[in-house]
Every structure is written in structure tokens, then in C-alpha cells.
């Protein structure tokens, strides 16, 4: 994430993050990377995510928003049907339908391939989600499908951190 984003980011929150995940894609994906932090604040979580080389759609009226949850799995590891098979479902630890699963986000806005969203929510604390996976999907979340609005395939996920900087 750009230096003076994340500094901007440190001076509203007052504190450094408490959990990160890198981000990167599947081998089908490789160009994808990117940077997810998780801010305590106001007892909840600001999230701050940045991703790049997210695919671009064929047409300015298609590609441009992905699926982004928490996962309940702690590793970004998987097979060969799904590269990412390990991050598990949605973390949903009160049962909930979606969108309501505490794993549930905002989808990434994609332009040019870049992405970058922030924002907050009360549905947990950053130490929450250490040892879980965040993980991009390759459409966008519908917020009513079950189990986790019909999003496709993780095309990239990472691995939540305690930051210990």
C-alpha cells in the first residue's frame, strides 16, 4: 500500500494495523498482488485493502467488481480443482445467512486492473481474523445467493497476520 496512504490511515486510526494479509493469485491469476490491513478503531475494524493486476473485463460494461470475504481457513492452499480449497467458507461464526456472515465485505472496485477500498465495520476486531484467509472472487458478490452470494472461483487470497512491527 502506498506510504502515504498508510500514514494517512495511521494518523485517523491513531495505531498501526493489528492484522495484514498479502495477497496473491492463483496460478491462472499470477499478476494479482496486493495488501489487505486490518486498523483497530471505534472497537470495530478499519479495513484497508489494495490489489493489482485484477483482470480487466473483454468491455467497459463488464470485469470490474470482485467478491471479497473472509475466510474460515488459514491457509491459501488448496488442489487442483481449487487452488484455494484450504481458505474454507465464508467466516461466519453466528450462523448467519449471507450477507450478514461477519466474513462478509464490500466487493472490490476494479478499474484498470486496480483496486482499492476502505472501510469500516463493527462485525469484528482485527484480532478476530488473525489466522484466517482473505479471499478475492471472480465476480462480484450478488448479497443474496446462499451460501456466499454466488461470487465464483477465489482467484487470489492471502493469509491474516498479527502485525508485530
Same mark, same amino acid.
Given at each position: /500500500?502506498?506510504?502515504? !496512504?498508510? =500514514?494517512?490511515?495511521? =494518523?485517523?486510526?491513531?495505531?498501526?494495523?493489528?492484522?495484514?494479509?498479502?495477497?496473491?493469485?492463483?496460478?491462472?491469476?499470477?499478476?494479482?498482488?496486493?495488501?489487505?490491513?486490518?486498523? %483497530? !478503531?471505534?472497537? *470495530?475494524?478499519?479495513?484497508?485493502?489494495?490489489?493489482?493486476? !485484477?483482470?480487466?473485463?473483454?468491455?467497459?460494461?463488464?470485469?470490474?467488481?470482485?467478491?471479497?470475504?473472509?475466510?474460515?481457513?488459514?491457509?491459501?492452499?488448496? &488442489?487442483?480443482?481449487? %487452488?484455494?480449497?484450504?481458505?474454507?467458507?465464508?467466516? &461466519?461464526?453466528?450462523?448467519?445467512?449471507?450477507?450478514?456472515?461477519?466474513?462478509? /465485505?464490500?466487493?472490490?472496485?476494479?478499474?484498470? *486492473?486496480?483496486?482499492?477500498?476502505?472501510?469500516?465495520?463493527?462485525?469484528?476486531?482485527?484480532?478476530?481474523?488473525?489466522?484466517?484467509?482473505?479471499?478475492?472472487?471472480? /465476480?462480484?458478490?450478488?448479497?443474496?445467493?446462499?451460501? =456466499? #452470494?454466488? =461470487? #465464483?472461483?477465489?482467484?487470489?487470497?492471502?493469509?491474516?497476520?498479527?502485525?508485530?512491527?
Amino acid at each position: /500500500m502506498r506510504k502515504n !496512504l498508510i =500514514s494517512a490511515l495511521y =494518523s485517523i486510526c491513531e495505531a498501526e494495523p493489528e492484522a495484514y494479509a498479502l495477497v496473491y493469485g492463483s496460478e491462472e491469476y499470477y499478476e494479482i498482488q496486493g495488501s489487505v490491513y486490518f486498523f %483497530p !478503531l471505534w472497537g *470495530g475494524t478499519l479495513v484497508a485493502a489494495e490489489v493489482t493486476g !485484477l483482470p480487466e473485463g473483454e468491455n467497459y460494461c463488464d470485469g470490474h467488481f470482485f467478491g471479497f470475504h473472509i475466510h474460515e481457513g488459514g491457509k491459501c492452499s488448496g &488442489n487442483e480443482d481449487d %487452488p484455494f480449497a484450504d481458505a474454507g467458507e465464508h467466516y &461466519n461464526p453466528h450462523g448467519c445467512d449471507h450477507p450478514n456472515h461477519v466474513g462478509d /465485505m464490500p466487493p472490490l472496485q476494479a478499474d484498470r *486492473g486496480y483496486a482499492l477500498l476502505i472501510f469500516f465495520t463493527d462485525r469484528f476486531i482485527p484480532q478476530e481474523v488473525v489466522g484466517r484467509t482473505v479471499v478475492i472472487h471472480d /465476480m462480484p458478490d450478488d448479497f443474496k445467493t446462499q451460501p =456466499s #452470494g454466488d =461470487s #465464483g472461483s477465489k482467484i487470489a487470497c492471502g493469509e491474516i497476520m498479527e502485525n508485530n512491527m
